[in-house]
């Protein structure tokens, strides 16, 4: 199937700092890539849709402007949480679909991040 | 989107048949149900996807009754490998096209 690869797979970092998370897909093109996001022993949360090429979409409750999210090519979206604090330690997920929107589409996901900001 | 109910936790052992069964009353016309595995701190993986009757591949089966109110996945002779967290999903047709609303899933545990 196809793949999707995250990275970091983890990163530790101070209140007050901004973090990047990177999602490709390695070997099919994605115009729609998703960002879940997953407390512990809690479910996926559907966070945005990141659209090649547009802005992205937010759930509710999600801030956009602390979530920032970039899909500037097929392949490519990332996740960039500013101004992070302890409350947004969790585990980010993102996903990519492919075919893109036809009968037999299937997701995709990355291996996950596990973000922890002290 | 139609809501899934699961049980929250299962166990079994090395060797038997799983099942675990999905509730989804208000399943719709063009919905298709998949299951999807997890393991601690890493994301989801694909496991099968139906709409009705029964589909099988080299992991596990889906059984899907003609009122398609509810499924069971089967995962035959399950190994402690299997631990994971199991959800059902409820996806209108062209499969997650505007994200994936995951439920609670249910915690499968593998004893020897």
């Known amino acids: 199937g196809a793949v999707v690869s995250q990275h970091p797979s983890w990163v530790i970092c101070k209140s007050g700092t901004s973090v990047k998370i990177e999602c490709r897909s390695l070997?099919?093109?994605?115009?729609?890539m998703f960002w879940y996001r997953q407390f512990p022993k809690q479910s996926l949360m559907l966070m945005a849709t990141?659209?090649?090429?547009?802005?992205?979409?937010?759930e509710q409750g999600v801030e956009k402007d602390k979530f920032l999210i970039n899909h500037a090519s097929l392949t490519l979206s990332t996740l960039t949480v500013t101004s992070a604090h302890p409350e947004d330690s969790s585990f980010y997920i993102c996903s990519a679909i492919s075919p893109p929107g036809g009968r037999d589409t299937e997701a995709f996901f990355g291996q996950g991040t596990r973000l922890t900001v002290v | 989107l139609a809501k899934t109910t699961q049980p929250i936790s299962m166990d079994s052992y090395e060797g038997q048949e799983v099942n675990i069964t999905c509730s989804h009353n208000n399943i719709a016309t063009n919905d298709y149900i998949t299951w999807y595995q997890q393991f601690p701190s890493q994301g989801p993986r694909f496991i099968i996807q139906g709409y009705k009757t029964k589909v099988t591949n080299e992991v596990a089966s889906l059984f899907i009754p003609a009122d398609r109110k509810s499924s069971t996945l089967s995962l035959p002779r399950v190994s402690l490998s299997d631990t994971a967290v199991y959800y059902c999903?409820?996806?209108?047709?062209?499969?997650?096209?505007?994200?994936?609303?995951f439920g609670k899933g249910t915690h499968l545990i593998i004893q020897p």
């Open positions: 990141s659209n090649e090429g547009s802005k992205a979409t937010y």
């Open positions: 070997d099919f093109q994605a115009t729609t």
């Open positions: 999903l409820v996806e209108k047709s062209g499969g997650g096209a505007d994200g994936l609303t």
